[in-house]
């Protein structure tokens, strides 16, 4: 066994690497860039290489360096991890022929499946059933144009190097040589590989695959099926294994052929062959992927296993210590990707500081004792820096339940307790999947978002089965914080008698309407100071919490019901306003006395700047391209500037007619949110 691994990797699938040999008596080694030098990743190795710049073209992308860091170091093997060289064929070979080996596939098999095109065509020899299209690289957007008709709209433009990255649903001539020039660009920044092909794409598709693990001498096996069709932008959002959609002897068959494909190019490591599945159940070979994959903890919840550990035993010629009939499934497992980007602005990236940074507590502290429980892989702490260099994941949060419905039910409980402050997130719209009626019968697809939420996601997406509850929750957080002002100044002695109180709260977001006014009524109980009775006009909510008044993560009951929320003072610059989050609904509230309230209300409301005649960036990201000039005369949904962020090409479009007037950032610049780029006419 090897006694110093490096990991060519960041974040959190190196820190999950890190784990998993510490437990084994493994030595690591961490590389980094200058972007991630005090990352979490690099704290927990035992040693650390610095690669070079923050981006990865310069960084993680460089075999040489990762090659030379492994030499100086001692290190005897190298985890890929996923993203960056994990599928590169030439970088496994090096890899090998160094001296070194490599805790993944054989470069042999990465060219063959590693590949998409090549894998398609050895499918075929094999008599896998595969989706219609043109399996050679496309040269031109022309050429895509041409091609596409051939096979009918619409149709899939994919990279062959790259999963999600890299790829675009065309539906026409203009989406599809669009799309081909946008994949391309993404390709080679993501991968530094823009060949790129095309496939017809089926509608209503399910996305399911296949773990596969095979070692040394022969032996492969598949570890049962994840669902992962909740996508956006064909990037998965959320994972499940099993699937609730396929029947025992689909999934059987589906394995088997997963089983037969990776025999055939003497596969040995963790893999994943997915498949696209009909509503009948048919299924097609989609594509395998030669690495480890980012939602590989739902298999190792329902199967026991730790699959980062059967990856080095491999690696390190051990076979395989288990047969096909020895695994057994057990419960259902659910993994949230919690990601950097604002789902109320079009899910923009969102950079900068962790200012508060608090994930649930978790129960599976790793993969050998992931079971009924709420795990949390990440590769940031509080006070950590999101780049804009890298892809958007700040954690990944994964739980077990017994069965499907409890482990939702533990997802929307551990969501509710994430607390996130400084950047934005996803966790909103992972709440609002979660409840949605379709997601929690099994009744989706890959269309599943794009069909829900066509407009985008909006706050009133969000549903909460009583939103009066964070109403009476504000009331419940200001009468404590009163009272523990007036016991500290000595103006309340003793709790000998019952106190009452009115207020008046004004909410100023969520689904209650903009300022709504509510009478609130409260009631503090003899002997317990963490409970009160708090009427909101004809509705009572008796609220008992467990947390100290200044966490924002809050638990308790609400009329003998558990609950976990978050709340925290000071919300829209108001010193006396709470900003309450449940279930992904949020609102702010101001908790005024009558008299107070009624002063409120004569205050003149002060509008917004108005900015629409001009482009603001969006997003912090590097301005790759303006896409007009003064004096333009740019048509609604024509293209002015393009802006890269997170290895994600980011489109701005025209929302109506305008004419440039001045054009006020330059090409290559860094963009702030917010900075301008163009001044229309």
């Given at each position: 066994m090897f006694t110093k691994i490096l990991i060519a990797n960041r974040g959190e699938i190196a820190c999950r690497v890190i784990k998993t040999a510490r437990k084994m008596g493994i030595k690591t080694v961490a590389v980094y860039s200058e972007a991630d030098k005090d990352a979490l990743h690099v704290e927990l190795a035992d040693e650390a290489v610095l690669l070079g710049p923050a981006p990865s073209r310069e960084s993680y992308l460089v075999a040489d360096k990762i090659i030379k860091a492994a030499l100086q170091t001692g290190a005897q093997a190298i985890h890929p991890g996923y993203g960056f060289l994990?599928?590169?064929?030439?970088?496994?070979?090096?890899?090998?022929?160094?001296?070194?080996?490599?805790?993944?596939?054989?470069?042999?098999?990465?060219?063959?499946?590693?590949?998409?095109?090549?894998?398609?065509?050895?499918?075929?020899?094999?008599?896998?059933?595969?989706?219609?299209?043109?399996?050679?690289?496309?040269?031109?957007?022309?050429?895509?144009?041409?091609?596409?008709?051939?096979?009918?709209?619409?149709?899939?433009?994919?990279?062959?190097?790259?999963?999600?990255?890299?790829?675009?649903?065309?539906?026409?001539?203009?989406?599809?040589?669009?799309?081909?020039?946008?994949?391309?660009?993404?390709?080679?920044?993501?991968?530094?590989?823009?060949?790129?092909f095309m496939e017809k794409f089926v509608e209503e598709p399910r996305h399911i695959e296949i773990q596969v693990l095979g070692d040394s001498q022969g032996n492969v096996l598949y570890l049962w099926e994840r669902e992962c069709?909740?996508?956006?932008?064909?990037?998965?959002?959320?994972?499940?294994?099993?699937?609730?959609?396929?029947?025992?002897?689909?999934?059987?068959?589906?394995?088997?052929?997963?089983v037969a494909l990776a025999k055939a190019v003497k596969y040995q490591s963790a893999g994943t062959v997915e498949f696209v599945v009909g509503k009948d159940q048919s299924f097609y070979f989609l594509e395998m992927n030669t690495r480890l994959q980012v939602e590989h903890p739902v298999t190792e919840c329902i199967t026991g296993l730790d699959l980062v550990e059967q990856m080095i035993r491999v690696a390190a010629g051990e076979a395989l210590a288990f047969t096909q009939s020895d695994l057994k499934r057990e419960g259902?497992?659910?993994?949230?990707?919690?990601?950097?980007?604002?789902?109320?602005?079009?899910?923009?990236?969102?950079?900068?500081?962790l200012v508060k940074y608090q994930p649930p507590v978790a129960t599976m502290a790793s993969a050998d004792d992931a079971r009924y429980g709420v795990r949390v892989d990440t590769g940031v702490t509080e006070g950590g820096e999101i780049p804009m260099f890298y892809d958007s994941m700040i954690a990944k949060l994964i739980v077990h339940g017994k069965d499907r419905p409890e482990a939702i039910a533990k997802m929307r409980e551990a969501l509710n307790g994430f607390v996130i402050r400084g950047i934005s997130s996803n966790i909103p719209f992972q709440s609002a999947l979660l409840a949605h009626a379709d997601f929690q019968a099994g009744n989706f697809n890959t269309g599943f978002i794009a069909q829900h939420y066509a407009a985008g996601f909006r706050a009133e997406d969000v549903p909460h089965a009583d939103p009066l509850f964070l109403v009476a929750l504000a009331g419940f957080i200001r009468r404590k914080a009163r009272e523990r002002e007036a016991g500290i100044t000595g103006q309340l002695p003793g709790?000998?008698?019952?106190?009452?109180?009115?207020?008046?709260?004004?909410?100023?977001?969520?689904?209650?309407?903009?300022?709504?006014?509510?009478?609130?009524?409260?009631?503090?109980?003899?002997?317990?100071?963490?409970?009160?009775?708090?009427?909101?006009?004809?509705?009572?909510?008796?609220?008992?919490?467990?947390?100290?008044?200044?966490?924002?993560?809050?638990?308790?009951?609400?009329?003998?019901?558990?609950?976990?929320?978050?709340?925290?003072?000071?919300?829209?610059?108001?010193?006396?306003?709470y900003r309450l989050q449940h279930n992904g609904y949020a609102i702010v509230v101001n908790i005024l006395s009558p008299r107070a309230a009624e002063l409120q209300a004569l205050m003149p409301y002060k509008a917004p700047p108005d900015t629409s005649k001009y482009l603001l960036s969006p997003m912090p990201g590097l301005l790759v391209q303006i896409a007009a000039e003064p004096g333009q005369v740019v048509l609604a949904g024509e293209r002015?500037?393009?802006?890269?962020?997170?290895?994600?090409?980011?489109?701005?479009?025209?929302?109506?007619?305008?004419?440039?007037?001045?054009?006020?950032?330059?090409?290559?610049?860094?963009?702030?949110?917010?900075?301008?780029?163009?001044?229309?006419?």
């Amino acid at each position: 066994m090897f006694t110093k691994i490096l990991i060519a990797n960041r974040g959190e699938i190196a820190c999950r690497v890190i784990k998993t040999a510490r437990k084994m008596g493994i030595k690591t080694v961490a590389v980094y860039s200058e972007a991630d030098k005090d990352a979490l990743h690099v704290e927990l190795a035992d040693e650390a290489v610095l690669l070079g710049p923050a981006p990865s073209r310069e960084s993680y992308l460089v075999a040489d360096k990762i090659i030379k860091a492994a030499l100086q170091t001692g290190a005897q093997a190298i985890h890929p991890g996923y993203g960056f060289l994990s599928e590169n064929e030439d970088f496994a070979r090096r890899v090998e022929e160094a001296g070194i080996a490599f805790i993944g596939p054989k470069a042999h098999s990465i060219a063959a499946m590693g590949d998409k095109i090549a894998s398609k065509k050895l499918a075929n020899a094999a008599q896998v059933n595969t989706i219609p299209g043109h399996n050679e690289p496309i040269l031109s957007a022309e050429e895509a144009v041409q091609i596409a008709a051939g096979i009918g709209y619409p149709v899939m433009i994919k990279a062959s190097a790259g999963g999600g990255k890299g790829l675009r649903v065309a539906f026409n001539d203009k989406e599809c040589f669009e799309g081909f020039t946008s994949c391309r660009n993404e390709a080679r920044n993501s991968f530094g590989d823009d060949r790129v092909f095309m496939e017809k794409f089926v509608e209503e598709p399910r996305h399911i695959e296949i773990q596969v693990l095979g070692d040394s001498q022969g032996n492969v096996l598949y570890l049962w099926e994840r669902e992962c069709s909740i996508q956006r932008r064909h990037q998965k959002v959320i994972e499940e294994a099993p699937s609730p959609f396929i029947s025992e002897t689909t999934r059987k068959a589906m394995g088997e052929q997963a089983v037969a494909l990776a025999k055939a190019v003497k596969y040995q490591s963790a893999g994943t062959v997915e498949f696209v599945v009909g509503k009948d159940q048919s299924f097609y070979f989609l594509e395998m992927n030669t690495r480890l994959q980012v939602e590989h903890p739902v298999t190792e919840c329902i199967t026991g296993l730790d699959l980062v550990e059967q990856m080095i035993r491999v690696a390190a010629g051990e076979a395989l210590a288990f047969t096909q009939s020895d695994l057994k499934r057990e419960g259902w497992a659910i993994e949230c990707r919690i990601n950097a980007e604002d789902p109320f602005r079009n899910f923009l990236p969102s950079t900068g500081r962790l200012v508060k940074y608090q994930p649930p507590v978790a129960t599976m502290a790793s993969a050998d004792d992931a079971r009924y429980g709420v795990r949390v892989d990440t590769g940031v702490t509080e006070g950590g820096e999101i780049p804009m260099f890298y892809d958007s994941m700040i954690a990944k949060l994964i739980v077990h339940g017994k069965d499907r419905p409890e482990a939702i039910a533990k997802m929307r409980e551990a969501l509710n307790g994430f607390v996130i402050r400084g950047i934005s997130s996803n966790i909103p719209f992972q709440s609002a999947l979660l409840a949605h009626a379709d997601f929690q019968a099994g009744n989706f697809n890959t269309g599943f978002i794009a069909q829900h939420y066509a407009a985008g996601f909006r706050a009133e997406d969000v549903p909460h089965a009583d939103p009066l509850f964070l109403v009476a929750l504000a009331g419940f957080i200001r009468r404590k914080a009163r009272e523990r002002e007036a016991g500290i100044t000595g103006q309340l002695p003793g709790h000998e008698v019952r106190i009452e109180h009115d207020y008046v709260a004004l909410v100023s977001e969520g689904l209650l309407g903009e300022q709504s006014r509510h009478e609130l009524h409260i009631s503090e109980f003899v002997g317990h100071l963490g409970e009160a009775l708090v009427r909101v006009g004809e509705q009572s909510f008796r609220i008992v919490c467990n947390s100290r008044l200044n966490d924002i993560r809050l638990t308790g009951t609400v009329n003998g019901q558990p609950f976990v929320a978050q709340a925290e003072r000071g919300a829209l610059r108001q010193p006396l306003a709470y900003r309450l989050q449940h279930n992904g609904y949020a609102i702010v509230v101001n908790i005024l006395s009558p008299r107070a309230a009624e002063l409120q209300a004569l205050m003149p409301y002060k509008a917004p700047p108005d900015t629409s005649k001009y482009l603001l960036s969006p997003m912090p990201g590097l301005l790759v391209q303006i896409a007009a000039e003064p004096g333009q005369v740019v048509l609604a949904g024509e293209r002015l500037a393009v802006i890269e962020a997170m290895k994600m090409e980011n489109i701005l479009l025209a929302e109506r007619d305008v004419k440039i007037a001045e054009v006020l950032a330059k090409t290559g610049e860094s963009l702030a949110v917010d900075q301008l780029i163009l001044r229309f006419e």
